[in-house]
Protein backbone atom coordinates (compact mmCIF):
# COMPACT_ATOMS: atom_id res chain seq x y z
CA UNK A 1 0.00 0.00 0.00
CA UNK A 2 1.34 3.58 -1.17
CA UNK A 3 0.01 5.95 1.30
CA UNK A 4 1.58 9.97 -0.24
CA UNK A 5 1.99 12.57 2.46
CA UNK A 6 1.78 16.00 1.30
CA UNK A 7 3.86 18.67 2.39
CA UNK A 8 2.00 21.95 2.28
CA UNK A 9 3.12 23.74 5.11
CA UNK A 10 5.87 27.42 4.34
CA UNK A 11 5.35 30.66 5.34
CA UNK A 12 5.91 32.22 1.35
CA UNK A 13 9.20 34.89 1.85
CA UNK A 14 11.43 33.79 -1.65
CA UNK A 15 8.10 34.53 -3.78
CA UNK A 16 7.09 37.82 -1.78
CA UNK A 17 4.88 39.90 -2.48
CA UNK A 18 2.96 37.23 -4.03
CA UNK A 19 3.28 34.74 -1.66
CA UNK A 20 2.60 35.39 1.89
CA UNK A 21 2.51 34.14 5.32
CA UNK A 22 -1.09 33.45 4.72
CA UNK A 23 -1.40 32.46 1.34
CA UNK A 24 2.37 31.11 0.56
CA UNK A 25 2.94 29.81 -2.64
CA UNK A 26 1.94 26.53 -3.00
CA UNK A 27 -1.32 27.96 -2.54
CA UNK A 28 -0.86 29.89 -5.28
CA UNK A 29 -1.91 29.64 -9.25
CA UNK A 30 2.21 30.02 -10.54
CA UNK A 31 2.24 28.25 -13.20
CA UNK A 32 -1.58 27.91 -14.90
CA UNK A 33 -5.05 28.15 -13.04
CA UNK A 34 -3.98 25.35 -10.92
CA UNK A 35 -2.43 25.92 -7.37
CA UNK A 36 1.03 24.32 -6.85
CA UNK A 37 -1.22 21.77 -4.26
CA UNK A 38 -3.98 21.00 -6.59
CA UNK A 39 -1.25 20.27 -9.00
CA UNK A 40 0.19 17.82 -6.86
CA UNK A 41 -3.44 16.04 -5.99
CA UNK A 42 -4.48 15.44 -9.49
CA UNK A 43 -0.30 14.08 -10.09
CA UNK A 44 -1.02 11.41 -7.47
CA UNK A 45 -4.22 10.58 -9.62
CA UNK A 46 -2.39 8.83 -12.09
CA UNK A 47 0.53 6.58 -9.50
CA UNK A 48 -0.99 2.90 -9.41
CA UNK A 49 -2.36 1.90 -5.56
CA UNK A 50 -1.92 4.73 -4.01
CA UNK A 51 -4.51 5.36 -1.26
CA UNK A 52 -5.77 8.91 -0.54
CA UNK A 53 -2.94 10.99 0.55
CA UNK A 54 -2.18 13.07 4.01
CA UNK A 55 -1.73 16.39 4.12
CA UNK A 56 0.22 18.46 6.54
CA UNK A 57 0.02 21.37 6.79
CA UNK A 58 0.09 24.85 8.86
CA UNK A 59 -3.33 25.49 10.94
CA UNK A 60 -3.81 29.09 9.41
CA UNK A 61 -4.03 27.36 5.54
CA UNK A 62 -6.81 25.27 6.76
CA UNK A 63 -9.64 26.83 5.15
CA UNK A 64 -7.81 27.62 1.74
CA UNK A 65 -6.63 24.30 1.26
CA UNK A 66 -9.70 22.73 1.87
CA UNK A 67 -11.39 24.58 -0.46
CA UNK A 68 -8.95 23.62 -2.81
CA UNK A 69 -9.11 19.98 -2.56
CA UNK A 70 -13.09 20.25 -3.02
CA UNK A 71 -12.21 22.19 -5.99
CA UNK A 72 -9.96 19.42 -7.65
CA UNK A 73 -12.44 16.83 -6.48
CA UNK A 74 -9.73 14.61 -5.43
CA UNK A 75 -10.20 13.00 -1.86
CA UNK A 76 -7.69 13.10 1.16
CA UNK A 77 -7.14 10.48 3.82
CA UNK A 78 -6.30 13.51 6.83
CA UNK A 79 -5.24 16.98 6.86
CA UNK A 80 -3.34 17.04 9.91
CA UNK A 81 -2.76 21.10 11.33
CA UNK A 82 0.78 22.40 12.23
CA UNK A 83 0.31 25.36 14.67
CA UNK A 84 3.66 26.43 13.22
CA UNK A 85 6.20 25.36 11.19
CA UNK A 86 9.33 22.99 11.88
CA UNK A 87 10.56 22.28 9.07
CA UNK A 88 10.03 18.74 7.30
CA UNK A 89 11.56 16.14 9.17
CA UNK A 90 8.91 16.94 11.88
CA UNK A 91 5.92 17.23 9.14
CA UNK A 92 7.03 13.47 7.54
CA UNK A 93 7.16 11.94 11.08
CA UNK A 94 3.52 13.13 12.28
CA UNK A 95 2.47 12.05 8.71
CA UNK A 96 4.25 8.48 9.08
CA UNK A 97 2.93 7.78 12.39
CA UNK A 98 -0.86 8.87 11.54
CA UNK A 99 -0.30 6.72 8.18
CA UNK A 100 1.08 3.85 10.85
CA UNK A 101 -1.73 3.69 12.57
CA UNK A 102 -4.13 3.70 10.11
CA UNK A 103 -2.46 1.62 7.21
CA UNK A 104 -0.25 -1.08 9.33
CA UNK A 105 2.81 -1.58 6.98
CA UNK A 106 2.58 1.06 4.35
CA UNK A 107 5.11 2.34 1.89
CA UNK A 108 5.21 6.12 2.29
CA UNK A 109 5.64 8.80 -0.86
CA UNK A 110 6.83 12.43 0.82
CA UNK A 111 5.65 15.38 -1.72
CA UNK A 112 6.54 18.65 -1.65
CA UNK A 113 4.04 21.32 -2.93
CA UNK A 114 6.50 23.49 -4.66
CA UNK A 115 7.62 21.55 -7.79
CA UNK A 116 6.64 22.07 -11.16
CA UNK A 117 5.72 18.51 -13.12
CA UNK A 118 4.01 18.59 -15.73
CA UNK A 119 4.57 14.63 -16.72
CA UNK A 120 1.71 12.76 -14.96
CA UNK A 121 2.25 9.53 -16.60
CA UNK A 122 6.10 9.83 -16.33
CA UNK A 123 6.16 10.67 -12.85
CA UNK A 124 3.61 7.59 -12.06
CA UNK A 125 5.92 5.22 -14.13
CA UNK A 126 8.89 6.73 -12.29
CA UNK A 127 7.54 5.90 -8.66
CA UNK A 128 6.00 2.05 -9.97
CA UNK A 129 10.08 1.37 -11.58
CA UNK A 130 11.28 2.30 -8.09
CA UNK A 131 8.84 0.69 -5.48
CA UNK A 132 10.65 -3.14 -6.41
CA UNK A 133 13.48 -1.13 -5.21
CA UNK A 134 12.88 -0.56 -1.62
CA UNK A 135 12.96 -3.08 1.25
CA UNK A 136 12.44 -2.27 5.21
CA UNK A 137 16.06 -0.56 5.31
CA UNK A 138 16.24 1.15 2.28
CA UNK A 139 15.23 5.09 1.79
CA UNK A 140 15.30 6.02 -1.77
CA UNK A 141 15.51 10.12 -3.30
CA UNK A 142 14.72 11.06 -6.21
CA UNK A 143 17.10 12.63 -8.27
CA UNK A 144 16.62 14.61 -11.93
CA UNK A 145 20.07 15.30 -14.19
CA UNK A 146 21.37 18.86 -13.34
CA UNK A 147 21.23 20.62 -16.64
CA UNK A 148 22.68 24.56 -15.01
CA UNK A 149 24.35 25.59 -11.79
CA UNK A 150 21.72 26.00 -9.44
CA UNK A 151 22.30 27.32 -6.11
CA UNK A 152 19.37 27.00 -4.67
CA UNK A 153 18.95 23.22 -4.84
CA UNK A 154 20.78 19.95 -3.39
CA UNK A 155 23.09 18.44 -4.97
CA UNK A 156 23.23 14.28 -4.64
CA UNK A 157 26.84 12.89 -5.18
CA UNK A 158 26.29 9.39 -6.66
CA UNK A 159 28.10 6.14 -5.34
CA UNK A 160 27.83 2.67 -6.39
CA UNK A 161 25.39 1.87 -8.74
CA UNK A 162 22.43 -0.91 -7.64
CA UNK A 163 19.97 -1.11 -10.91
CA UNK A 164 20.24 -0.43 -14.34
CA UNK A 165 21.94 3.40 -14.20
CA UNK A 166 18.78 3.86 -12.83
CA UNK A 167 19.47 3.52 -8.83
CA UNK A 168 22.35 4.26 -6.71
CA UNK A 169 24.10 4.62 -3.10
CA UNK A 170 24.41 8.22 -2.27
CA UNK A 171 27.97 9.20 -0.93
CA UNK A 172 26.66 12.74 0.11
CA UNK A 173 24.50 15.84 0.04
CA UNK A 174 26.09 19.24 -0.81
CA UNK A 175 22.73 21.55 0.31
CA UNK A 176 22.28 24.98 -1.92
CA UNK A 177 25.98 25.19 -3.22
CA UNK A 178 27.79 28.39 -3.86
CA UNK A 179 27.89 29.02 -7.63
CA UNK A 180 31.45 27.49 -8.49
CA UNK A 181 30.45 24.43 -6.27
CA UNK A 182 27.07 23.97 -7.80
CA UNK A 183 29.26 24.54 -11.54
CA UNK A 184 31.55 21.85 -10.51
CA UNK A 185 28.90 19.41 -9.90
CA UNK A 186 26.95 19.68 -12.88
CA UNK A 187 30.27 19.06 -14.87
CA UNK A 188 31.64 16.43 -13.45
CA UNK A 189 28.47 14.20 -14.35
CA UNK A 190 28.29 12.63 -10.81
CA UNK A 191 25.83 14.50 -9.40
CA UNK A 192 21.89 14.95 -9.36
CA UNK A 193 19.71 17.44 -8.35
CA UNK A 194 17.93 16.35 -5.28
CA UNK A 195 14.13 16.54 -5.69
CA UNK A 196 12.67 16.33 -2.42
CA UNK A 197 10.50 13.74 -3.13
CA UNK A 198 11.14 10.18 -1.14
CA UNK A 199 9.94 6.49 -0.71
CA UNK A 200 10.62 4.56 2.04
CA UNK A 201 8.16 2.43 4.46
CA UNK A 202 6.55 3.84 7.59
CA UNK A 203 7.66 1.15 9.88
CA UNK A 204 11.48 2.01 8.58
CA UNK A 205 11.50 5.53 9.16
CA UNK A 206 9.98 5.33 12.20
CA UNK A 207 13.22 2.98 13.28
CA UNK A 208 15.43 5.29 12.18
CA UNK A 209 13.67 8.41 14.01
CA UNK A 210 13.70 6.08 17.21
CA UNK A 211 17.87 6.17 16.47
CA UNK A 212 18.74 9.55 14.79
CA UNK A 213 15.84 11.74 16.06
CA UNK A 214 14.59 10.15 19.71
CA UNK A 215 13.42 13.29 20.91
CA UNK A 216 11.78 14.38 17.74
CA UNK A 217 10.26 11.17 17.53
CA UNK A 218 8.58 11.31 21.30
CA UNK A 219 7.25 14.95 21.10
CA UNK A 220 5.39 13.33 17.59
CA UNK A 221 3.85 10.63 19.37
CA UNK A 222 2.73 13.07 22.46
CA UNK A 223 1.17 15.91 20.04
CA UNK A 224 -0.50 12.84 18.01
CA UNK A 225 -1.96 10.82 20.90
CA UNK A 226 -3.35 13.91 22.50
CA UNK A 227 -4.97 15.15 19.29
CA UNK A 228 -8.26 16.87 18.63
CA UNK A 229 -10.73 16.51 15.71
CA UNK A 230 -11.93 19.87 14.27
CA UNK A 231 -14.39 19.70 11.74
CA UNK A 232 -12.57 17.57 8.87
CA UNK A 233 -8.71 18.50 10.15
CA UNK A 234 -6.38 16.74 12.69
CA UNK A 235 -4.96 19.25 15.48
CA UNK A 236 -1.66 18.12 17.23
CA UNK A 237 -1.55 19.00 20.75
CA UNK A 238 0.25 22.31 20.44
CA UNK A 239 2.15 22.58 23.83
CA UNK A 240 3.73 18.59 22.86
CA UNK A 241 4.96 19.75 19.65
CA UNK A 242 5.83 23.11 20.75
CA UNK A 243 9.04 21.10 22.27
CA UNK A 244 9.44 18.95 19.25
CA UNK A 245 13.30 19.98 17.53
CA UNK A 246 13.06 21.27 14.28
CA UNK A 247 15.14 19.79 11.03
CA UNK A 248 14.90 19.29 7.87
CA UNK A 249 14.41 15.49 6.17
CA UNK A 250 17.64 15.87 3.75
CA UNK A 251 19.82 16.41 6.84
CA UNK A 252 18.30 13.04 8.62
CA UNK A 253 19.08 10.94 5.77
CA UNK A 254 22.57 11.77 5.36
CA UNK A 255 22.79 10.20 8.87
CA UNK A 256 21.27 6.60 6.57
CA UNK A 257 24.61 5.67 5.14
CA UNK A 258 24.02 3.01 2.77
CA UNK A 259 20.16 2.56 3.03
CA UNK A 260 19.79 6.09 1.07
CA UNK A 261 19.33 5.41 -2.36
CA UNK A 262 19.19 8.17 -5.04
CA UNK A 263 16.83 6.76 -8.06
CA UNK A 264 17.50 8.90 -11.35
CA UNK A 265 14.44 9.84 -13.07
CA UNK A 266 14.18 11.54 -16.52
CA UNK A 267 11.50 14.30 -15.57
CA UNK A 268 11.24 17.93 -15.99
CA UNK A 269 11.39 19.01 -13.13
CA UNK A 270 11.64 22.30 -10.79
CA UNK A 271 11.49 23.63 -7.65
CA UNK A 272 10.11 27.02 -7.95
CA UNK A 273 11.96 28.61 -5.26
CA UNK A 274 12.79 31.89 -6.73
CA UNK A 275 11.18 34.73 -9.29
CA UNK A 276 14.51 33.46 -11.17
CA UNK A 277 13.44 29.58 -10.96
CA UNK A 278 9.40 30.82 -11.90
CA UNK A 279 10.28 32.86 -15.07
CA UNK A 280 12.35 29.97 -16.46
CA UNK A 281 9.02 28.37 -16.27
CA UNK A 282 6.94 30.73 -18.74
CA UNK A 283 6.78 31.69 -22.18
CA UNK A 284 9.06 35.07 -23.14
CA UNK A 285 8.67 37.48 -25.18
CA UNK A 286 11.62 38.10 -28.13
CA UNK A 287 13.28 40.35 -25.49
CA UNK A 288 13.45 37.44 -23.04
CA UNK A 289 10.73 39.10 -20.73
CA UNK A 290 8.53 37.11 -18.96
CA UNK A 291 5.05 39.60 -18.29
CA UNK A 292 1.93 38.70 -16.97
CA UNK A 293 -0.76 41.16 -16.35
CA UNK A 294 -1.11 44.81 -17.60
CA UNK A 295 2.23 45.40 -18.43
CA UNK A 296 3.87 48.11 -21.20
CA UNK A 297 7.91 47.97 -22.01
CA UNK A 298 10.34 50.31 -23.73
CA UNK A 299 13.65 49.13 -23.79
CA UNK A 300 13.20 46.21 -21.92
CA UNK A 301 15.44 43.17 -22.02
CA UNK A 302 15.64 39.68 -19.82
CA UNK A 303 12.95 41.10 -17.29
CA UNK A 304 9.92 39.30 -14.93
CA UNK A 305 7.34 41.29 -15.11
CA UNK A 306 4.06 41.04 -13.09
CA UNK A 307 1.07 43.44 -12.39
CA UNK A 308 -2.38 42.10 -10.13
CA UNK A 309 -3.81 45.29 -10.03
CA UNK A 310 -2.79 48.51 -12.07
CA UNK A 311 -0.90 49.22 -15.07
CA UNK A 312 2.94 48.38 -14.86
CA UNK A 313 4.66 50.83 -17.10
CA UNK A 314 8.99 49.93 -17.07
CA UNK A 315 11.77 51.72 -19.02
CA UNK A 316 15.20 51.10 -19.91
CA UNK A 317 15.96 47.95 -17.59
CA UNK A 318 17.51 44.46 -18.10
CA UNK A 319 17.80 41.69 -15.71
CA UNK A 320 14.91 42.82 -13.08
CA UNK A 321 12.37 41.33 -11.64
CA UNK A 322 9.13 43.85 -11.28
CA UNK A 323 6.26 42.25 -9.29
CA UNK A 324 3.34 44.47 -8.42
CA UNK A 325 0.10 43.55 -5.95
CA UNK A 326 -2.18 46.02 -4.58
CA UNK A 327 -0.52 46.67 -1.19
CA UNK A 328 3.07 46.06 -2.00
CA UNK A 329 5.70 46.20 -5.11
CA UNK A 330 8.77 44.72 -5.15
CA UNK A 331 11.97 45.48 -7.56
CA UNK A 332 14.52 43.75 -7.38
CA UNK A 333 18.14 42.49 -9.85
CA UNK A 334 17.84 38.63 -10.87
CA UNK A 335 21.14 38.38 -9.78
CA UNK A 336 20.19 39.12 -6.09
CA UNK A 337 16.98 37.28 -5.70
CA UNK A 338 17.99 35.32 -3.11
CA UNK A 339 18.33 38.29 -0.89
CA UNK A 340 14.49 38.54 -0.96
CA UNK A 341 13.98 36.64 1.87
CA UNK A 342 16.08 38.64 3.76
CA UNK A 343 13.80 42.21 2.91
CA UNK A 344 10.87 39.55 3.97
CA UNK A 345 12.33 39.05 7.46
CA UNK A 346 13.31 42.62 8.24
CA UNK A 347 9.50 43.81 6.85
CA UNK A 348 8.52 40.62 9.20
CA UNK A 349 10.61 42.60 12.36
CA UNK A 350 9.20 45.64 11.47
CA UNK A 351 5.56 44.45 12.17
CA UNK A 352 4.56 44.97 8.22
CA UNK A 353 1.17 43.39 7.91
CA UNK A 354 1.89 43.08 4.06
CA UNK A 355 4.17 40.35 4.94
CA UNK A 356 1.52 38.16 6.70
CA UNK A 357 -1.18 39.19 4.60
CA UNK A 358 -2.80 40.03 0.81
CA UNK A 359 -6.36 42.17 1.55
CA UNK A 360 -8.24 39.37 0.62
CA UNK A 361 -9.07 36.71 3.71
CA UNK A 362 -10.74 33.24 3.32
CA UNK A 363 -12.94 31.74 5.44
CA UNK A 364 -15.24 27.84 5.96
CA UNK A 365 -17.88 29.83 4.31
CA UNK A 366 -16.00 32.03 1.21
CA UNK A 367 -13.69 35.12 1.84
CA UNK A 368 -13.64 39.20 2.79
CA UNK A 369 -11.80 41.50 1.27
CA UNK A 370 -10.84 45.48 2.00
CA UNK A 371 -11.49 47.35 -0.93
CA UNK A 372 -10.30 50.12 0.69
CA UNK A 373 -9.13 52.31 3.96
CA UNK A 374 -9.92 55.92 4.99
CA UNK A 375 -9.73 57.64 8.10
CA UNK A 376 -12.84 56.72 9.43
CA UNK A 377 -13.90 53.40 7.84
CA UNK A 378 -12.96 50.57 5.72
CA UNK A 379 -14.80 49.60 2.52
CA UNK A 380 -15.74 45.86 2.18
CA UNK A 381 -16.19 42.87 0.01
CA UNK A 382 -18.06 40.02 1.17
CA UNK A 383 -18.66 36.90 -0.50
CA UNK A 384 -20.67 34.03 0.73
CA UNK A 385 -20.03 30.36 -0.88
CA UNK A 386 -23.35 28.76 -2.21
CA UNK A 387 -25.26 27.62 0.42
CA UNK A 388 -23.16 29.16 2.83
CA UNK A 389 -23.32 31.20 5.72
CA UNK A 390 -21.25 33.88 7.30
CA UNK A 391 -21.96 35.44 11.22
CA UNK A 392 -20.88 38.73 11.73
CA UNK A 393 -20.81 40.38 15.05
CA UNK A 394 -21.93 43.56 14.79
CA UNK A 395 -20.98 44.67 17.75
CA UNK A 396 -17.33 44.88 16.57
CA UNK A 397 -18.11 45.31 13.01
CA UNK A 398 -20.25 48.26 12.97
CA UNK A 399 -21.40 47.93 9.71
CA UNK A 400 -24.48 49.57 8.34
CA UNK A 401 -25.42 49.06 5.44
CA UNK A 402 -24.32 46.52 2.75
CA UNK A 403 -25.42 46.35 -1.07
CA UNK A 404 -26.02 43.24 -2.63
CA UNK A 405 -23.83 42.97 -5.85
CA UNK A 406 -24.56 39.73 -7.11
CA UNK A 407 -26.64 36.46 -6.11
CA UNK A 408 -29.24 36.44 -3.80
CA UNK A 409 -29.61 35.33 0.38
CA UNK A 410 -31.22 36.31 3.18
CA UNK A 411 -30.33 37.60 6.81
CA UNK A 412 -31.26 35.70 10.49
CA UNK A 413 -34.96 36.06 11.26
CA UNK A 414 -35.89 37.16 7.78
CA UNK A 415 -36.57 34.75 5.32
CA UNK A 416 -37.47 37.16 2.63
CA UNK A 417 -34.44 37.44 -0.40
CA UNK A 418 -32.28 39.74 -0.88
CA UNK A 419 -31.22 40.14 -4.29
CA UNK A 420 -28.73 42.41 -6.49
CA UNK A 421 -29.18 46.46 -5.89
CA UNK A 422 -31.37 46.08 -2.88
CA UNK A 423 -29.33 46.76 0.75
CA UNK A 424 -29.33 45.19 4.26
CA UNK A 425 -29.27 47.28 7.22
CA UNK A 426 -27.98 45.80 10.30
CA UNK A 427 -28.48 47.10 14.03
CA UNK A 428 -25.60 47.02 16.32
CA UNK A 429 -24.48 45.05 19.25
CA UNK A 430 -26.04 41.84 17.92
CA UNK A 431 -24.65 38.99 16.06
CA UNK A 432 -25.96 38.58 12.33
CA UNK A 433 -25.61 35.49 10.22
CA UNK A 434 -26.10 35.72 6.32
CA UNK A 435 -27.75 33.04 4.27
CA UNK A 436 -26.93 32.59 0.91
CA UNK A 437 -29.53 29.59 -0.13
CA UNK A 438 -28.32 29.99 -3.94
CA UNK A 439 -26.16 27.98 -6.17
CA UNK A 440 -24.07 31.14 -6.74
CA UNK A 441 -21.50 32.59 -4.63
CA UNK A 442 -23.28 36.42 -2.97
CA UNK A 443 -21.08 39.01 -3.10
CA UNK A 444 -21.92 42.25 -1.20
CA UNK A 445 -20.13 45.49 -0.62
CA UNK A 446 -20.15 46.88 2.55
CA UNK A 447 -18.81 49.77 4.96
CA UNK A 448 -16.90 49.04 8.16
CA UNK A 449 -16.28 51.37 11.17
CA UNK A 450 -13.34 50.83 13.70
CA UNK A 451 -11.47 47.93 13.33
CA UNK A 452 -11.92 44.47 11.64
CA UNK A 453 -12.36 41.43 13.94
CA UNK A 454 -11.37 37.72 12.82
CA UNK A 455 -13.56 35.20 11.90
CA UNK A 456 -13.55 32.28 11.16
Not at 328 to 334: E, F, N, P, T
Amino acid sequence: MLVPIILAGGVGSRLWPLSREASPKQLLPLVDKLTMLQKVLLRLCDVVDAVAPIIICQAQHRFIIAEQIRHVGVPVSAIILEPSSRDTAPAITLGALYAQAQFSQANLLILPTDHVINEHELFAKAIAKALPLLDRQRFLTFGVQPTYAETAYGYLKLGKTLSADHAYNVDHFIEKPAHAVAQSCVDSGHYLWNTGIFLFSSQAFLQAQAIYAPIMLSTCQQALLRCRQDEDFIRPHKAALAECPTSSMEYLLAALGENLVAVKVALNWSDIGSWDTLAKLQAQTQEGNTIQGDVWTESVSDCYLHAEHRLLAVVGVQDHIVVETRDAVLVAHKNHSQLIKRLVQRLKQANRSEVLHHRKTFYPWGNLQIVDEHPHCTILRLCINAHASATLPIDKLDVQQWLVLKGQGYVQHNPQAITPTQTITLSSNTTQTLYNHGDDTWDLLGVQYETLPVYG
